[in-house]
């Protein structure tokens, strides 16, 4: 059982791992959700519905200075695909953070 649990982690961990050091490409807005491209990765969303109004709004700062600064992402943490705003494979989102120098 400790394998597998430790084998899920390490999956877990580097699927997101894989996705430091992109960078965003894209900002889009489609009704209260904020969606960003990342290069490599694709489309994330962040749901309003799922993660409230105030999250929304901080990932999409976030967002928008990783656009500006072309800083690289440090994390998020992403669900399975859905289809949002007429965009397919899309990946929902709760946090994005810039990875610090």
Do not use: H
């Amino acid at each position: 059982m400790k394998k597998i649990l430790l084998s899920f982690c390490v999956l877990a961990i580097s699927a997101t791992a894989s996705a430091e050091n992109e960078k965003v490409t894209n900002v889009y807005t489609c009704g209260n959700d904020v969606g960003i491209y990342v290069e490599n990765v694709g489309w994330l969303v962040a749901l309003k519905s799922e993660v409230g109004e105030k999250r929304v709004d901080r990932i999409l700062s976030i967002g928008l200075s990783l656009l500006a600064t072309q800083a690289p992402i440090g994390y998020f943490n992403a669900s399975e695909s859905i289809s949002w705003c007429g965009i397919s494979n899309v990946r929902p989102i709760g946090v994005l953070q810039i990875k610090r120098p």
